[in-house]
């Protein structure tokens, strides 16, 4: 699986849309993009994955480049209770059958401001 | 409510023991999957099982063991010989094993001294 790179760490006002980047330049063509989050000592919690075409869903937006190398998680509307450490992760299709797992890196801390 | 439950939530042993951690799913899913992790860091795989009675390593099996006897229930027993035991445990679960989503359990946190 690609290795992706996130900053450390971002600040948010509450209210205002967060911007989380990824980079993910050796991605492949089959692999896809997926964004989790793991608030403070819960369980990592889904968000939204893609592979080439922008997605939306009720949680966020994921805008994936033109090549493929980049994608930026969007919370549109930030609250305090998206403070969170925000994992993006590039996997293989799921046709892998027998390599399921996913690789989490250090993620990026997001913390919003009141 | 249908969801993965792990406990307990904070366990504590004595090096040399063997402690076995809970991962119970009411999912009916058929994949399920053990994560470390470790301050700051983030998860690694131990061990998945894409159905029942059958399990294979992930990263980080040394020192670890699982079963799958059921389709509910994943533990895994954290062994003497896990050098480093200490950390915060994470089971997930999947409907299949060809599914985009894990879903994560509540995590046992581990200290052991």
Known sequence: ?114 | DGGITQSPKYLFRKEGQNVTLSCEQNLNHDAMYWYRQDPGQGLRLIYYSQIVNDFQKGDIAEGYSVSREKKESFPLTVTSAQKNPTAFYLCASSPTAVSYEQYFGPGTRLTVT
Not at chain 1, 56 to 83: C, F, G, V, W, Y
């Open chain 1, 1 to 114: 699986d690609a290795k992706t790179t996130q900053p450390t760490s971002m600040d948010c006002a509450e209210g205002r849309a967060a911007n989380l980047p990824c980079n993910h330049s050796t991605i492949s063509g089959n692999e896809y993009v997926y964004w989790y989050r793991q608030i403070h000592s819960q369980g990592p919690q889904y968000i939204i994955h893609g592979l080439k075409n922008n997605e939306t869903n009720e949680m966020a937006s994921l805008i994936i480049t033109e090549d493929r190398k980049s994608s930026t998680l969007i919370l549109p509307h930030a609250t305090l209770r998206d403070t969170a450490v925000y994992y993006c992760i590039v996997r293989g299709p799921i046709s892998n059958f027998g390599n399921e797992k996913l690789t989490f890196g250090t993620g990026t801390r997001l913390t919003i401001i009141p």
